[in-house]
């Protein structure tokens, strides 16, 4: 059996886990565009903080591939998938497969705006990224961040520590648009307000100014802002283009089925470049997300390696914690339509804020600002589909914990299957 | 693999437990000096109540452990005896295991995850489970 895995982050070196956690001797091939060994890009930002060493980005040991017997290639692009299985490689040569997986990912977002290519200009998605901002540190006074999404306030903070005067442009009505409700974000960009970060919302960049470097920015209503860094963190973007022809079904990722198989036989993909299904709304989407990386990482490699599991979905969630206010979000935080019930507690002086999104008694989502401890508790809940009406009351309570779930755990035994559960003594 | 179980019909919620678990991992290792630490030692186990049962808790190492699916640094590993283990070294404090944990068996330092790491460096075993005057925690 020949697996070859294109990309080596999240999904792919969990694939590489999983089909060696069931076959010992089948050859692996993974290649990554990437000339670097497996690091985490998620800690990049901590990184360009100066709180960490690159050493420290490596999130598996340097003898990963050698302890799992796998032939890496890295520096080298695959360009294409090719009809009779086989894929072909920037330099020209092909090679052959009998189980693929694309493990890809994606890339910052780049604005089309005049000025975006101009030096200074940097997404935040790889390590060659975080060098050439860190490079440029000593010519810089002001930064720009353009977005106020989780990486775009990442680096911000980052750029913050490391003594720059940081100003973040926010399209929308307010910060972290995507993972929270107004309110919650609100508690977050007041933190970071009072502590010197600069938020400017519902204004985008018209145009990034200067020669051959960035000098500034002109926002729409023509406002100019000097600065010597601009950080696009518009969101992110599927790396599809080398299936373009090999009629694999794409849409915003590479559309997967519950084995995280697309509609080519023996062809997986896993990932930020895999859409699948939402596991809280249903609704067949990508999460972006490191967990969901790896799980479907893990999934697709079994498959590959002749097991028959199914995934459940993906989950929109995700925590950030920013001048040591720490906040999560999990599933819908923002309802839309009908049906919906909303708990919410709120204590200003205290900086907490709690909101449980419910329907037909099920949680489906919820934001915790300043007060995170039992989020995976809720989460349980939510990934379950478990009827939480008889402890309505107390999901909100300061005191909520495990505990107060026990009953439900004793009444829905088939849900609460693992056997983590089963081994409670009640 | 060992882990610490506890009876919920024999806790008493005395929390003596958790006294024990922030001492074993303070400094000092007697409550006299934890106590006067800073950081102040945290304590793994966490003793909860709904109506009439009492659970002391702590991190369950399990099998699947959504911990290390999720965590971004590569801090949070399984050991070779099955545990789940945490290097506190790497850990940047992103809160994506707290995140995922079904049993809230994380708590929180200044940027530092700390869980349940069933006494590894004391010899006999865990010492929540030597500390129970109800004999609710048991190794096996
Ligand atoms: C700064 C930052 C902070 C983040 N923070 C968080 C967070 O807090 N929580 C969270 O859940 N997620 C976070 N993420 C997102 C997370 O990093 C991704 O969800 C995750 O890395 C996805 O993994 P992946 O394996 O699918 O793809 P990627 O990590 O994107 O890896 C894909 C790899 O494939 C390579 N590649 C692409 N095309 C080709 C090709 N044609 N040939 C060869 N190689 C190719 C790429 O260069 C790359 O190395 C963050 C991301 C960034 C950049
Ligand atoms: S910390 Fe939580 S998720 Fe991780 S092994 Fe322990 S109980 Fe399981
Ligand atoms: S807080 Fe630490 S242990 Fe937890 S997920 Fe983040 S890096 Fe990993």
């Not at chain 1, 999904?11 to 076959?23: F, L, N, P, Q, T």
Request: net charge positive; proline share 2%; glycine share 8%.
């Amino acid at each position: 059996m020949e697996y070859v895995i294109v990309g080596s982050s999240a999904a792919g070196v969990s694939a590489v886990e999983a089909i060696r956690s069931v076959d010992k001797s089948g050859k692996i091939t993974v290649i990554s565009d990437e000339n670097y060994s497996i690091y985490s890009r998620c800690v990049l930002s901590y990184y360009l903080a100066g709180m960490m060493t690159e050493e420290k980005l490596k999130y598996r040991g340097e003898d990963f591939f050698k302890k799992h017997n796998v032939d890496s290639i890295v520096g080298k692009k695959v360009e294409a998938v090719l009809p009779g299985k086989k894929i072909k490689l920037s330099d020209g040569k092909t090679l052959s497969f009998d189980k693929l997986l694309i493990a890809t990912g994606s890339r910052s977002k780049m604005e089309n705006i005049p000025g975006v290519e101009k030096d200074g200009v940097f997404g935040l998605r790889n390590i060659n990224d975080a060098r050439k901002i860190e490079e440029r540190l000593g010519k810089t006074k002001t930064a720009v961040m353009l977005g106020g999404g989780l990486i775009g306030l990442r680096a911000a903070y980052a750029l913050h520590k490391r003594g720059l005067k940081v100003i973040v442009v926010v399209k929308s009505k307010h910060i972290l648009s995507q993972m929270l409700d107004e309110e919650g974000a609100g508690f977050i960009q007041r933190r970071i307000e009072n502590k010197g970060i600069k938020v400017i919302t519902g204004l985008s960049a018209k145009e990034i100014t200067g020669d051959k470097e960035v000098s500034g920015i002109i926002l729409e209503n023509e406002e100019k802002i000097d600065c010597q860094i601009v950080v696009i963190g518009k969101g992110v973007q599927a790396n599809i283009e080398l299936v373009k022809d090999a009629g694999i079904k794409t849409e915003w990722g590479i559309i997967v089925n519950e084995s995280l198989q697309t509609n080519v036989t023996d062809v997986f993909a896993a990932g930020d470049v895999a859409q699948t299904k939402d596991l809280v709304t249903g609704e067949s989407t990508i999460n972006a997300l490191w967990p969901n990386a790896v799980i479907q990482g893990k999934i697709a490699g079994l498959n590959m390696a002749g097991k028959n599991i199914k995934y459940d979905g993906s989950l929109g969630m995700n925590s950030v914690e920013f001048f040591e206010l720490p906040t999560i979000s999990y599933g819908i935080t923002k309802p839309k339509g009908e049906g919906y019930e909303i708990l919410v507690k709120k204590n200003d002086a205290q900086e907490i804020y709690k909101k449980i999104v419910l329907k037909n008694n099920k949680i489906v989502g919820f934001v915790l600002v300043n007060d995170v401890d039992n989020a995976g508790v809720y989460g349980s809940l939510i990934r379950k589909k478990i009827d939480v009406s008889s402890i309505k009351e107390e999901l909100l309570n300061n005191n909520f914990n495990f505990a107060k779930i026990l009953p439900l755990v004793k009444k829905y035994k088939e849900e609460f299957a693992e056997k983590e559960y089963k081994e409670l003594v009640m | 693999m060992k882990k610490v179980y506890c009876n919920v019909t024999k806790c008493l919620g005395c929390r003596s437990c958790e006294i024990a678990c922030a001492v074993e991992h303070s400094k000092g290792k007697t409550l006299f000096t934890a106590i006067s630490e800073t950081p102040l030692p945290v304590h793994r186990r966490k003793v909860q109540a709904v109506e009439e049962i009492i659970i002391s808790d702590a991190c369950h190492h399990c099998e699947d452990a959504p911990c290390i699916t999720a965590c971004m640094s590569g801090s949070m590993f399984k050991a070779e005896d099955g545990s789940t283990q945490h290097n506190e070294d790497k850990c940047v404090g992103c809160w994506m295991c707290v995140m995922v944990c079904p049993f809230g068996a994380i708590s929180r330092r200044k940027n530092l995850a700390i869980k349940c790491d069933l006494c590894k460096d004391r010899t006999e075993g865990p010492v929540c489970v030597v500390s129970c005057p109800t004999k609710s925690l048991t190794v096996k």
